[in-house]
């Protein structure tokens, strides 16, 4: 089955400075790739998305970059914001058997200091 | 447009007992799927529904078991309660032509004494 790792486990930068979370896969077979903002309490919320089909999707200060040969992706926040501390997920998507199931990075504690 | 609804947002059961969730996917979309989440193992697939049929399934036991309505609402069931149930559960939902693309609701905090 697919396996996805991320790093880091934890992320500390100011407020203003760029934040960067990689996630590797290990299936080549997967073909769509999610990030995942969670907060406390609250369930996880689609903030960015790429397929394989894909390099690159920017969308204001979120990007996420995708190496299908390396089968690694990640997530860039510029200008971060006291508002973006929260957990990050990445997910890898594996289309199985007419189904298909997210498997997921193990989160990253993204913390944003004043 | 409303998003996904889970009810209860928190249960507090005892071992050996069941337990059943409830899920209320975001209108028109016809996929379900359920995750657990617990600090120890993340976030996990636990199986799917399309047009009320188990289309994918994870590796847990057969304890935990799902049905999806008519209507896409689904519903998932814990009979016979563990200590390592404990977790939050949540539901995802995504609409025809666009599966991949999954939105979680707030999820049911479970917690077995």
């Known amino acids: 089955g697919e396996n996805v790792e991320q790093h880091p486990s934890t992320l500390s930068v100011q407020e203003g400075d760029s934040a960067v979370i990689k996630c590797t896969y290990s299936?080549?077979?997967?073909?769509?790739f999610p990030w995942y903002k969670q907060e406390l309490g609250k369930g996880p919320q689609l903030i960015i998305d790429?397929?394989?089909?894909?390099g690159e999707k920017k969308d204001q200060r979120i990007a996420v970059t995708l190496n299908k040969t390396a089968k690694h992706f990640s997530l860039h926040i510029t200008e971060t914001q006291p508002e973006d501390s929260a957990v990050y997920f990445c997910?890898?998507?594996?289309?199985?058997?007419?189904?298909?199931?997210?498997?997921f990075g193990t989160g990253t504690q993204l913390k944003v200091e004043l | 447009k409303a998003g996904v609804t889970q009810t209860p947002r928190y249960l507090i059961k005892t071992r050996g007992q069941q337990v059943t969730l409830s899920c209320s996917p975001i209108?028109?979309?016809?996929?379900v799927s359920w995750y657990q989440q617990t600090p120890g193992q993340g976030l996990q697939f636990l199986f799917e529904?399309?047009?009320?049929?188990?289309?994918n399934k994870g590796n847990f036991p057969g304890r935990f078991s799902g049905r999806q309505f008519s209507n896409s609402r689904s519903e998932m069931n814990v009979s016979t309660l563990e200590l390592g149930d404990s977790a939050l559960y949540l539901c995802?939902?995504?609409?025809?032509?666009?599966?991949?693309?999954?939105?979680f609701g707030p999820g049911t905090r479970l917690l077995v004494l």
């Open positions: 209108s028109g979309h016809r996929s």
């Open positions: 529904y399309f047009s009320e049929t188990q289309r």
């Open positions: 790429i397929r394989s089909n894909v």
């Open positions: 995802a939902s995504s609409r025809r032509g666009d599966e991949e693309t999954q939105y």
């Open positions: 299936d080549s077979a997967s073909n769509y």
């Open positions: 997910a890898a998507r594996l289309l199985t058997g007419g189904g298909n199931k997210l498997t």
